[in-house]
């Protein structure tokens, strides 16, 4: 299963953005210190571990960015920020309107939940800002469709040594804000992650003149600074769930794509005490579609399904 822990801290932003399907929006949190939102890196997510392939244009990294281990495997190793503070580090001065880094991940055909960019920086600067365009397949990259815009802060918004609070790591959580399923069936999405601020730790847009995505002018010059990305999370929509009885059988069906699904049962549910039946009913998979069947037995019982690949 794919899951994030949640962590309530200082600073939640929420940046009201044009994008390509009503209802999708994105949250922004910060964090005080660089590692106080690695709580809400996903714990498995779609994506974990996979190089994405890289797309023009191909600005490389900054300079001091050399290490393997802190360019493309930081975006999905689920580390956060490693020991040399320079995970993640895009290449400045990007062209105007072009992203700094450009990344394509590919998977079976999924329901996707919730994405996250992750990025920050140990010196507390503009570089912990974030903009991202996402786009995605459902025909495994034959064509693909504008997910939305999502640019952590407002244009003019500071973070530097005079700001406070000064921030270090920035989460910005996308989603659908009326509906779990944030997009069905995605096969392919595109991560283009643009340059954030100036010299001054200050957030601009990447665009000289109107922003095409929002429609907007920011009045300020492009950003010429990249950030660090330090995760990129994709997260699944935790699978759909479907109960009949027939005589004492207890039938279950249930839509994931996990490979390994293990029905639990609980006796309450105000302190669970969830544990594997033993023996295991048998499951039969056709596809997405799994299916199972329980006796209830005498004893009220609550049960669940754990899904894993």
Do not use: C
Request: hydrophobic share 40%; no cysteine.
């Amino acid at each position: 299963m794919k899951s994030a822990t949640s962590l309530g801290v200082i600073g939640l932003v929420v940046v009201a953005l044009a994008t390509a399907q009503a209802g999708v929006v994105s949250t922004t949190v910060h964090g005080l210190t660089s590692h106080e939102l690695d709580p809400m890196i996903a714990v498995s997510d779609l994506i974990e571990g996979q190089i994405g392939q890289e797309l023009p244009p191909l600005y490389g990294w900054h300079p001091a960015n050399a290490n393997p281990a802190d360019q493309l495997a930081a975006f999905t190793d689920g580390a956060g920020v490693l020991a040399s503070g320079l995970t993640g580090l895009l290449n400045d001065f990007p062209a105007p309107g072009t992203p700094a880094k450009t990344g394509r991940y590919s998977f079976p055909a999924t329901d996707i939940s919730r994405l996250q960019v992750y990025t920050g920086n140990n010196g507390g600067d503009g570089r912990i800002f974030s903009t991202t365009v996402v786009r995605y397949s459902v025909d495994e990259g034959t064509n693909f469709a504008l997910l939305g815009y999502f640019q952590s802060d407002p244009s003019g918004t500071v973070n530097n040594s005079g700001s406070s609070p000064r921030y270090y790591s920035t989460m910005v959580s996308i989603y659908d804000d009326a509906n779990p399923l944030l997009q069905a069936g995605v096969t392919d999405l595109i991560f283009e992650l643009y340059a954030v601020d100036n010299t001054q730790g200050q957030m601009r847009d990447p665009f000289d003149g109107v922003n095409p995505f929002t429609g907007v002018d920011d009045g300020l010059s492009a950003a010429i600074e990249s950030p660090l990305v330090w995760e990129i999370d994709v997260l699944e929509t935790p699978p759909r769930l479907w109960a009949n009885l027939s005589g004492a059988d207890l039938n279950l069906t249930w839509l994931s794509r996990a490979t390994n699904s293990f029905v639990q049962a609980a006796s309450q549910l105000a302190s669970p005490d969830w544990a594997d039946l033993v023996p295991q009913p048998a499951i039969q998979r056709d596809g997405i579609t799994n299916r199972t069947s329980i006796i209830t037995g005498s004893v009220p019982r609550f049960f669940r399904i754990r899904a894993q690949r």
